[in-house]
């Protein structure tokens, strides 16, 4: 299994252009997400997924898009760039457990996109 | 906002000694988790404590919960070159449904 893979690694836009970042996971999770980490900070949710065809706004949606046509694929989408939304974007991954439980999530390696 | 604060935010040890990372967190919880970065790549998932559970252990790792000072602990013992990463505190929310809030966590470097 390849677990949770992202596409590209890495990009460089420049201010008002548009992208999207592919997310893909082979273990059947239900619940897909994506977030932000800026240099010395933790990781910031942008948006998540509870099943297909699903999103739901997280922390610091603003500026960003998703959408969960397969279950196995989750896109973000950036529909104008801007320089703040420069940053290190990482999917995760998790099962669905019971109401008040919790599972671990599992990442893929990362896209470091720089925004000029 | 953040819901773990990790202390301390550097740590710098010898190889074969304890290292110690506190996490703190605000509201209520269902459960805490302990992830560990490498450098340039992704999380991964070391330890998973429930809010029901005082003390667990994996292998070279030990993790605390207090609930009543909302605080937890990773130690982990006879470190080694490859402990060197960063870890990550992360906190569900009893009324949120699988979404973990990360703290900013710890930059632990290991000295050959």
């Known amino acids: 299994n390849a677990g949770v893979t992202q596409t590209p690694k890495f990009r460089v836009l420049k201010t008002g252009q548009s992208m999207t970042l592919l997310c893909a996971q082979d273990?059947?999770?239900?619940?897909m997400y994506w977030y932000r980490q800026d240099p010395g900070m933790g990781l910031r949710l942008i948006h998540y997924s509870v099943g297909e065809g699903t999103t739901a706004k997280g922390e610091v949606p603003d500026g960003y898009n998703v959408s969960r046509l397969k279950k196995q694929n989750f896109l973000l989408g950036l529909e104008s760039a801007a320089p703040s939304q420069t940053s290190v974007y990482f999917c995760?991954?998790?099962?669905?457990?019971?109401?008040?439980?919790?599972?671990?999530?599992?990442f893929g390696p990362g896209t470091r996109l720089t925004v000029t | 906002s953040q819901q773990g604060e990790e202390d301390p935010q550097a740590l710098s040890i010898q190889e074969g000694e304890n290292a110690t990372m506190n996490c703190s967190y605000k509201?209520?919880?269902?459960?805490l988790q302990w992830y560990r970065q490498n450098s340039g790549r992704g999380l991964v998932h070391l330890i998973l404590?429930?809010?029901?559970?005082r003390e667990k252990h994996s292998g070279r790792l030990r993790v605390t919960l207090d609930t009543s000072k909302k605080s937890s602990s990773l130690l982990i013992t006879a470190s080694r070159a490859a402990d060197t990463a960063s870890y990550f505190c992360a906190t569900d929310r009893v009324q949120g449904a699988q979404k973990l809030v990360f703290g900013q966590g710890t930059r632990l470097t290991i000295n050959p």
């Open positions: 404590i429930r809010s029901n559970e």
């Open positions: 995760a991954s998790s099962p669905r457990v019971p109401a008040r439980t919790n599972q671990e999530q599992y």
């Open positions: 273990m059947n999770h239900e619940y």
């Open positions: 509201t209520s919880i269902n459960n």
